[in-house]
């Protein structure tokens, strides 16, 4: 077994060494939101240029393969980035540099930081991909759109926006789409997620062979989701995979011990630990937005049934307490032997007048 763990330690860590994209500002995490960003396309096409939103709209990614230095301007027009063929530089006398270090925008711009100024350009990595956030796609008000308020159970198309590049001296623009998706029905998933977990401790009860299987599928189901969150950019997150590694696991070998170790590990860390996609519409993964819900949803419930049927297994493996030796049945006390003295002190008795 220790050999195994071993195993898959190795494995997670060969899956988190690959280098990810470049970032202009790295720092905070993905997080989930009810407002969907969507890039519709670039206004005037340039080959080896491709721009998608990332991290679940947190984020806009550039990829420039053209061979050719890509600007993309900040919030006055200044330049703010150049992906350049051998890396990506930033503008230090851009206030964008520092409104964009975090999602919320709330960093300080220094007096320094003068739009109107020669850029003043430093190497932030060595990659022709790079993400940054940007707050001309995203909705930075802390109230509601008057829309939403007005009707939040519907969906709702909120504005168009736009993100100006330069191509030496031409410009161009990256165009897209902000909308609010109302949130889905949290207390519906964690219903299902207690179903199946009652479920699966039935079935795993009733059929003991069947927890290799059901084990395999919460682990497959958690990598699948770790792949989708990746493919958007969001990055490998280690913790869900060594979950889903460890439930995989199971289906090989699962003594009591270690099915209640796995089945702990994948409803509390990969279930519980990413149970905010029970409450908000935009989740940070490609593919159909109900599969992360339905992924957490089966980490809880198959991590949870698994628990619960390692926990019975070991009850039941457990010796039975062995009684205390009882005490030799002596059976009736014989009377005591009758003397003349006995009959003098307590002449009463019957048995002295015999």
Not at 122 to 146: F, I, M, N, Y
Not at 153 to 170: A, N
Not at 262 to 284: C, E, N, S, T, Y
């Amino acid at each position: 077994m220790r050999r195994f763990l071993s195993a898959i330690l190795a494995v997670a860590g060969a899956i988190l060494t690959p280098a990810t994209p470049a970032f202009a500002h790295a720092g905070d995490t993905t997080s989930v939101s009810d407002y969907r960003v969507t890039v519709t396309g670039l206004s005037n096409p340039m080959d080896g240029v491709t721009v998608r939103v990332v991290e679940g709209g947190a984020r806009l990614e550039l990829r420039n393969d053209s061979g050719r230095a890509v600007e993309i301007l900040g919030y006055s027009g200044e330049p703010y980035l150049e992906v350049r063929p051998d890396g990506t530089y930033e503008n230090t006398a851009s206030p964008a540099t520092y409104l964009n270090e975090t999602l919320t925008g709330e960093t300080p711009v220094p007096p320094a930081a003068d739009p109107t100024t020669a850029p003043t350009w430093r190497k932030v990595s060595g990659d022709t991909e790079v993400r940054w956030h940007d707050q001309r796609t995203r909705w930075t008000e802390a109230t509601l759109p008057a829309e939403v308020t007005a009707a939040p159970d519907r969906p709702h198309r909120l504005r168009e926006w736009s993100v100006p590049l330069r191509d030496q001296v031409r410009t161009f623009e990256i165009q897209g789409t902000l909308g609010y998706e109302p949130p889905p029905v949290a207390w519906a998933w964690w219903t299902g997620a207690a179903l199946l977990g009652l479920a699966v401790a039935f079935i795993a009860h009733r059929w003991p062979g069947s927890a290799g299987p059901l084990a395999l599928f919460g682990g497959l189901t958690t990598l699948a989701y770790v792949v989708t969150s990746a493919l958007d950019g969001a990055g490998w997150a280690g913790v869900p995979i060594l979950a889903g590694l460890l439930a995989c696991a199971a289906a090989w070998r699962h003594p009591p011990f270690y099915l209640t170790l796995a089945g702990f590990v994948l409803a509390a860390f990969a279930g519980f630990g990413g149970a905010d996609v029970f409450f908000a519409a935009v989740v940070p993964t490609a593919g159909p937005g109900w599969f992360p819900r339905a992924a957490v949803a089966v980490a809880v419930g198959v991590g949870a049934g698994l628990a619960v049927t390692g926990v019975l297994r070991l009850r039941a493996a457990l010796p039975e307490p062995v009684p205390a030796p009882r005490a030799p049945d002596r059976g009736p006390e014989a009377p005591l032997p009758i003397t003349p003295d006995a009959c003098s002190r307590d002449p009463g008795p019957d048995h002295c007048s015999r």
